[in-house]
Each structure stands twice: as C-alpha cells, then as structure tokens.
C-alpha cells in the first residue's frame, strides 16, 4: 500500500463524524438541499431509469442520509454499497433504504472516502454520486477511482452543483461565499467545474454532461447532470 493511499485511509477514519459542528453543518446544508429537491428529483427521474435493467451491483459515493434509495427499489435485484468518510451517516442512510423497502441485507455502508474506496476493479455495475464532488478533496482522483471499480460497460450517473459561468454576478458571489461555505457546508466548495472535470477524466464510453439551472436556490443553481460511460 503506498503513502498517498495510506494517508488518505488515516483521513477517512479520522473523519470528524462525531464532531457537533460536522453534524450541525450537514444538517444546514440538507436543509438547503431540502428547498429545491423537487426540482433535483425530475433530473433524478431522468438519471436513475439509466440503471434500471442495467444494473445489480451500485456504489453510491458519498451517500450522506440516503436520500437516493427511493429510486433504487425501481431496479431489479439491486444491492447498494453506499461510501461516506462520515461514520455517522450509516444510521440516517439505514433508515432511509428500510423507509424506501431495500431489505437491511441489500444494503452494506463503508466508511471511506471517494478518493480511495476499498473495492476491487471492475467490481460495481454502476456508481451514482449526488452532490458530492463538491465535497471531496481530490475530484480527479475520486473519478478515477470511481473509473477503476467499475466494470467495462457499467455507468456513472452524477448530479453536482458547479460554478455560475465566469464574469456573470452569481460567479461573483459565489467567488466570495465559498470560503464560508466551505466551514458551514462541511467542505463544500462552491467554484468548481466539475463538469469539465469528468469529461477531462476520460471515461472510455464518454460521459454525456448536462447543464441545469435550478432556480429556486440562488447560489448553488449551476448544476451538471448525467451519465459517463466506463
Ligand atoms: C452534500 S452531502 C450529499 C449527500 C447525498 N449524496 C445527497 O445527494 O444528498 C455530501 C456528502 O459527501 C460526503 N463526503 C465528504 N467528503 C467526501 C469524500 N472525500 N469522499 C466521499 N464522500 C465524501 C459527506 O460526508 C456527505 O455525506
């Protein structure tokens, strides 16, 4: 095992998941995410039918509460592997595949970041990651990873809030709240094109990226959406 991937399992088990303020921050930032999930969850719709059929075996990066598991009971004999540095996470995720119908054996949680998830290659049908390049330390690594542990054919479907075009007002303040996001939102990054950055990842199938903008909440309405092909 080499040192990178050694420091960055110390910094998954090291994650502050009882920390009141980690805890408090999310809470603050799901609220947020709360005000336009209607919105989110027609894009949602869009992207999850890709897995339908196509898919068994799911990786969730960064699965947070859960809020995704009502659209996996859609997919015929699923199992899902949900990844998430925060160890706290695990009881809201659990609860959340129970309330959706995913019987407690179709769902494991691993703590771990995106950066190094503890799977093997070519192990995963399809990987889903919902607002959570945002969050990482390391996107091109994360979407390497990501690369690696899915087989050839399988897909990654991602819905992330990016930066407001360069120059525009919302770019703007964007430029200036990202810094206090950053504390408030548990290292959430307002600025980043990840768009760009998953085409720059080079899936072997291409990716096919989306722009939205969900108006109903201003300064993280410049979204990405869509699905890369491994
Ligand atoms: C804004 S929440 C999104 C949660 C969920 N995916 C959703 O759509 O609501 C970001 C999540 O990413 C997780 N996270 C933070 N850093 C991460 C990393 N390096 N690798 C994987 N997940 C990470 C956080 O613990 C949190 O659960």
Do not use: W
């Amino acid at each position: 095992m080499n040192t990178e991937m050694e420091s960055y399992e110390k910094e998954a088990s090291d994650f502050h998941e009882f920390d009141f303020f980690s805890v408090l921050s999310y809470r603050f930032f799901y609220v947020l995410l709360l005000l336009f999930f209607c919105q989110i969850s027609d894009y949602k719709m869009e992207l999850f039918d890709n897995l339908v059929g196509k898919a068994e075996k799911v990786l969730e990066i960064g699965i947070g509460t859960g809020p995704n598991f009502k659209y996996y009971t859609a997919i015929p004999n699923v199992s899902v592997i949900g990844v998430d540095p925060n160890a706290k996470m695990e009881s809201y995720a659990r609860k959340s595949a129970a309330e959706a119908g995913l019987k407690s054996e179709d769902f494991t949680f691993i703590q771990a970041l995106g950066e190094s998830i503890p799977l093997e290659d070519a192990s995963v049908d399809a990987v889903v990651g919902t607002l959570v390049l945002c969050s990482v330390t390391d996107v091109t690594r994360t979407l390497n990873e990501i690369k690696r542990i899915l087989r050839p054919g399988g897909i990654y479907i991602f819905i992330e809030h990016v930066a407001a075009e360069d120059g525009t007002f919302l770019r703007l303040v964007q430029n200036v709240l990202d810094p206090l996001q950053q504390v408030v939102a548990d290292g959430c990054h307002l600025t980043r094109h990840t768009g760009e950055s998953i085409l720059e990842a080079r899936f072997n199938g291409g990716a096919d990226v989306k722009k939205a903008s969900l108006s109903r909440f201003a300064y993280i309405s410049s979204h990405v959406y869509g699905v890369a092909y491994n």
